[in-house]
């Protein structure tokens, strides 16, 4: 299966700054990529489809101007969150889904505090 | 109602214990289930698919009932590396995996 890789594992920034998340899929062409947000004690709730060429499809709920996603290659979907506040303090994990459809390859995700 | 409901547990049980883990999903048109670990702080991974004709996977076996629109996991014999928090998965759409993730039961297995 796919191998996914995400960078910083873990941030720490101040409320208004903006911060940059990178997702790579490392032995796999993924021209989708998803991105979710987990609370701590919820479920993964995805935020958006991360489409290669073309823009994302966020879900219902997420603020698009607020979450900026950037699928540029096929190894990379970038995720930024702008004007990052202290509600926004999550675990952010992409995920690459395989060929066949039983599968979503997660990375290991990022931790993020907004102080 | 939410999509994929589970009941949160922790489940403590010594181990050799067999556990029993269900899940009840409110799309009756889902396609696809499955059930993911969690360990703490970690990115999930997929510890089975689920079929309708059930599967089992050494200690795992996994169910599907679709008329009652429930999932369960068994795990037998537990061992204390099985502690973790078990996910249970819908892609309700049958499309390009798009995956609703239930909160999670958490496992505690103790000596």
């Known amino acids: 299966g796919a191998v996914v890789s995400q960078h910083p594992s873990r941030v720490i920034c101040k409320s208004g700054t903006s911060v940059k998340i990178e997702c790579r899929s490392l032995d796999f062409q993924a021209t989708t990529m998803f991105w979710y947000r987990q609370f701590p004690k919820q479920s993964l709730m995805l935020m958006a489809t991360?489409?290669?060429?073309?823009?994302?499809?966020?879900e219902q709920g997420v603020e698009k101007d607020k979450f900026l996603i950037n699928h540029a290659s096929l190894t990379l979907s970038t995720l930024t969150v702008t004007s990052a506040h202290p509600e926004d303090s999550s675990f952010y994990i992409c995920?690459?889904?395989?060929?066949?459809?039983?599968?979503?390859?997660f990375g290991p995700g990022t931790r993020l505090t907004v102080l | 109602r939410k999509e994929v409901e589970q009941d949160p547990g922790p489940f403590n049980v010594p181990e050799g214990a067999t556990v029993a883990f269900n899940c009840t999903y409110s799309?009756?048109?889902?396609?696809?289930f499955f059930w993911y670990r969690q360990d703490c702080r970690k990115e999930p991974k997929l510890l089975m698919s689920?079929?309708?004709s059930g599967n089992e996977d050494g200690r795992f076996t996994a169910q599907l009932n679709r008329a009652s629109q429930y999932i369960s996991l068994l795990i037998r014999d537990s061992k204390l590396s099985d502690s973790a928090t078990y996910l249970c998965?819908?892609?309700?759409?049958?499309?390009?995996?798009?995956?609703?993730f239930g909160t999670g039961t958490r496992l505690l297995v103790s000596p």
């Open positions: 799309n009756s048109a889902s396609q696809s």
């Open positions: 991360s489409n290669e060429g073309s823009k994302a499809t966020y």
């Open positions: 998965v819908v892609n309700p759409s049958g499309g390009f995996q798009k995956l609703v």
């Open positions: 995920s690459v889904p395989d060929r066949t459809p039983n599968e979503q390859f």
């Open positions: 689920v079929y309708s």
